[in-house]
């Protein structure tokens, strides 16, 4: 089974501040087909969670840009430009390459 | 846009068979996850089932595999989650999720669409 770590699993955030969640994953996740099957959710506090990137890069419509994900391979990164209130919550990258899909632990997010 | 439905409490190698439905969305052509999220714990996947367009397969993660199984009645729109010798660690919000079809090679070369629709959850609590 692929593994996924993330850090740091707890981010205090200062809202109009930049914030950035790393995810590792145990094998790569880059399909010759050159797509790397890496998503982020959100789990707002409450709430059942919510697909923000898929294919390592690609926003959902409807997400804000201040939203964006990188990487490639086993190295990937969610980054909010600037943070808003709303964001907080805890984000998960999960593999989806292959069977079992994985989730990292997680990383809370929230006001300083 | 998911609704899961029977979620109990129930004793330990006890039984229970969840409901996802798409009230105003159409499972037919969906492969629908499982997954699960202890109080206070992540997320954890525990299986899918394929859309029958592809053989509605299913698969499984280990920590449920021989236990869990999933079906599907497309004529109900609805998707199952069967549970069978319930662990005091199965003890859970059980939330079933789903995406677009899978119909195109990006998709169909991992496994299966993102997580687009997600339901509230049905909470499970196995205690003696």
């Known amino acids: 089974d692929i593994v996924m770590t993330q850090s740091p699993l707890s981010l205090p955030v200062t809202p109009g501040e930049p914030a950035s969640i790393s995810c590792r994953s145990s094998q790569s996740v880059l399909h010759y087909n050159g797509h790397n099957y890496l998503e982020w959710y959100l789990q707002k506090p409450g709430q059942s969670p919510q697909l923000l990137i898929y294919?390592?890069?690609y926003r959902v419509s409807g997400v804000p840009d201040r939203f964006s994900g990188s990487g490639s391979g086993t190295e990937f990164k969610l980054e909010i430009s600037r943070v808003e209130a709303e964001d907080v919550g805890v984000y998960y990258c999960m593999q989806a390459l292959q069977t079992p899909r994985t989730f990292g632990p997680g990383t809370k997010v929230e006001i300083k | 846009q998911l609704v899961e439905s029977g979620g109990d409490f129930v004793k330990p190698g006890g039984s229970l068979r969840l409901s996802c439905s798409g009230p105003?969305?159409?499972?037919?052509?969906?492969?629908v996850s499982w997954v699960r999220q202890a109080p206070g714990k992540g997320l954890e996947w525990l299986g899918l089932i394929k859309s029958n367009s592809v053989g509605g397969a299913t698969d499984f993660a280990a920590p449920v595999k021989g236990r869990f199984s999933i079906s599907r009645d497309d004529s109900k729109n609805t998707v199952f989650l069967h549970m069978n010798n319930l662990r005091t660690e199965d003890s859970a919000l059980y939330y079933c999720?789903?995406?677009?079809?899978?119909?195109?090679?990006?998709?169909?070369?991992?496994?299966?669409?993102?997580?687009?629709?997600w339901g509230r959850g049905t909470l499970v609590i196995v205690s003696s």
């Open positions: 999720a789903t995406g677009p079809p899978c119909n195109n090679v990006v998709c169909l070369a991992g496994a299966g669409p993102s997580f687009d629709f």
């Open positions: 105003g969305f159409t499972l037919d052509n969906a492969w």
């Open positions: 294919l390592s890069s």
